[in-house]
């Protein structure tokens, strides 16, 4: 779909890439965007352009200075996987898988590591539940089934000094962040060597030196305080970009609102996640909300809104990326929302029977790890058996720090006692 911007304004756009990627002249132009010389003409001569095409050819182009954030928001692409309909309407499951996005910012070193972080997500998960089926994990346990490709995506885009406040099913963002296993697995079971001394378990917990901050229970709540978190940093002169997650039940709620609004008027470094993960506990989409998509509330708040299929982990990383970069640069917040889909319940107690057959079939040939291993196999990148050896020296690793853990005392039960404020 071509745009009408003027002559004027095409022609600055046009010079705008050219200077942006260095190149010569009309003809490293022309190749850069796909197009012949005598397009470029013609765009210029018209004053009409594709600019969807630009932007999804030039994607590091800092596209939201250059021709505002709300003719941006309209004709930004939406990557999404072919056959999803948001609900009410139900997904095709004979719909064609695609082939996974390519960054071209990312290597096969940092490939396998995507590989990697994920595989961890998945096989704590995994290893969580068995546990909780004979009776040994206690409390919830909420899987993040679905989400791995959106957690170690979003993580991977950020500096170690930049702030991260996951949610319950961002392991695999924890797991980017270098956080300790033995940590990990204490604070998840409530034993000594806890990261909240055996006070909280799950994801109740913070590790500051990681800039790691966990959720708040009342979900919606967590955003003003990793909004809040960026204003202090920007009043410090820290260079902080802040990355948070919200599931699209939360996105609901007044927190959310009042969190997105405050970061888009003081134009903060803020990335919000939207994991639209199709059900809010049992609650579909349609039952949430009215729009067809989440992220086009961001024209409204004043900030950049992005939708991306959520399994694909380099398309995602990709989009945070330039989340990150706007951000960085002052351009203000990101509302960057993926979709993907919660392969069990909301937590381990909830069969998820109100979940449609044609939905689970639909989402579980779009697993983001089966993808993303293929996609390494193809490319050569890993071979079936590097990725079977991987998994099972995951899984020795996971059974063997989670064995010593459960031998564990509890802590005294003074330490209930510490950092509470009456």
């Known amino acids: 779909m071509e745009v009408a911007l003027g002559t004027e304004r095409v022609a600055r756009l046009l010079q705008a890439v050219q200077e942006w990627y260095g190149l010569a002249n009309e003809a490293e132009l022309a190749r850069q965007l796909g197009v012949s010389a005598a397009q470029l003409r013609r765009w210029r001569r018209s004053g009409w352009i594709p600019l969807g095409m630009l932007v999804r050819s030039c994607p590091e182009v800092p596209w939201y200075r250059l021709v505002g954030e709300e003719l941006l928001a309209v004709i930004v692409p939406r990557t999404l996987l072919p056959g999803w309909r948001p609900t009410p309407e139900l997904p095709d499951p004979a719909a064609p898988i695609p082939p996974l996005h390519a960054s071209s910012a990312l290597g096969d070193a940092d490939r396998r590591k995507l590989m990697e972080w994920m595989l961890w997500a998945r096989e704590f998960d995994l290893a969580m539940i068995r546990l909780y089926r004979q009776g040994r994990a206690v409390g919830g346990v909420f899987a993040q089934m679905g989400n791995e490709a959106v957690a170690v995506g979003t993580a991977y885009a950020l500096r170690p000094t930049d702030a991260l406040f996951p949610l319950h099913r961002d392991i695999g963002a924890h797991f980017v962040r270098g956080q300790d296993l033995d940590a990990l697995v204490a604070t998840h079971f409530g034993r000594v060597g806890s990261l ?67 970061a888009a008027v003081h134009r903060l470094p803020v990335v ?21 998509f989440q992220a086009d509330r961001a024209v409204g708040y004043g900030c950049f809104g992005e939708v991306v299929d959520g399994t694909d982990v380099e398309l995602v990383y990709d989009a945070c990326r330039r989340a990150v970069e706007r951000a960085r640069r002052g351009d203000g917040p990101t509302l960057l929302e993926t979709i993907t889909f919660r392969m069990r319940g909301h937590a381990e107690h909830d069969d998820a029977s109100y979940v449609p057959e044609v939905v689970r079939q639909y989402w579980s040939a779009r697993d983001p790890l089966e993808r993303y291993a293929g996609f390494l196999q193809e490319r050569g990148i890993m071979s079936a058996d590097q990725l079977a050896e991987l998994r099972e020296r995951i899984r020795r690793t996971l059974r063997e720090v989670m064995e010593e853990v459960l031998q564990r005392p509890y802590p005294h039960p003074e330490e209930a006692l510490r950092n509470v404020y009456l």
């Open 196 to 262: 909240t001394r055996g006070t909280d378990g799950t994801v109740h917990y913070a590790d500051p030196e990681r800039r790691l901050y966990g959720n708040i229970s009342h979900l919606g709540a967590m955003l003003p305080v990793a909004v809040g978190y960026a204003l202090a940093a920007r009043l410090k002169g820290e260079d902080t970009v802040v990355l948070t997650y919200i599931g699209d039940g939360g996105a609901q709620t007044g927190e959310f609102h009042e969190a997105v609004n405050f």
């Open 272 to 292: 919000i996640v939207i994991e639209n993960n199709q059900y809010a506990y049992s609650t579909p989409n349609r039952l949430e909300y009215a729009c067809t």
